[in-house]
């Protein structure tokens, strides 16, 4: 009776797994900051995290993404209406969502281009976007940094790039070389 007794005290007193059925040893905590996401894969699955403590399967694949980022291109060409060749550089601050890291991840698939996300889908949508709205207008416009068409162009290509980032403010430069 007494071995019984200590056997359901010790069974009590230190549990050997949770209640999904994980080993304790294969649970680690995550702390996602306030300004971050978290994009975290393990086995065949992937899910989105926000900010706050996580327990996660320590074998689980992880990477962290400023909510709001920021990043500046280098000049790229693009084409007037005319088919004159002009220079583009863009300063975009941008604000990712929960939805955003999913279509990226869906984008990529591979964990190994997670990291590179901003050059493997932000800088070539954006790009894309400016190059296709370029072809609509002439020089003039688009070197006049005052002109109301520039404006039409910012929306239009935040507007592109929904799908992946919500533009907070979009810097455009274009000039001739």
């Given at each position: ?70 990043l ?35 984008l990529l ?46 929306k ?13 403010s ?8």
């Amino acid at each position: 009776m007494s071995k019984n007794v200590i056997y359901i005290l010790f069974l009590l007193l230190f549990p050997t797994t949770i209640s999904c059925g994980q080993s304790l040893n294969n649970q680690i905590y995550l702390t996602i900051e306030d300004d971050e996401l978290g994009l975290v894969f393990y086995k065949e699955k992937r899910i989105v995290l926000d900010s706050g403590e996580h327990k996660i399967n320590k074998d689980s694949e992880v990477f962290l993404f400023r909510k709001t980022d920021s990043l500046t291109t280098k000049e790229f060409d693009i084409l007037d209406i005319n088919a004159k060749s002009l220079y583009c550089q863009i300063k975009v601050k941008y604000l990712l969502t929960t939805k955003h890291i999913e279509n990226i991840a869906d984008l990529l698939k591979w964990t190994h281009n997670i990291k590179q996300y901003q050059e493997l889908v932000i800088i070539p949508q954006i790009m894309s976007e400016i190059r296709t709205i370029s072809e609509n207008y002439e020089a003039k416009i688009l070197k006049n940094e005052d002109s109301h068409y520039l404006n039409e162009i910012k929306k239009l290509v935040s507007d592109g790039l929904e799908k992946y980032a919500n533009i907070i403010s979009l810097e455009l430069k274009i000039f001739e070389k």
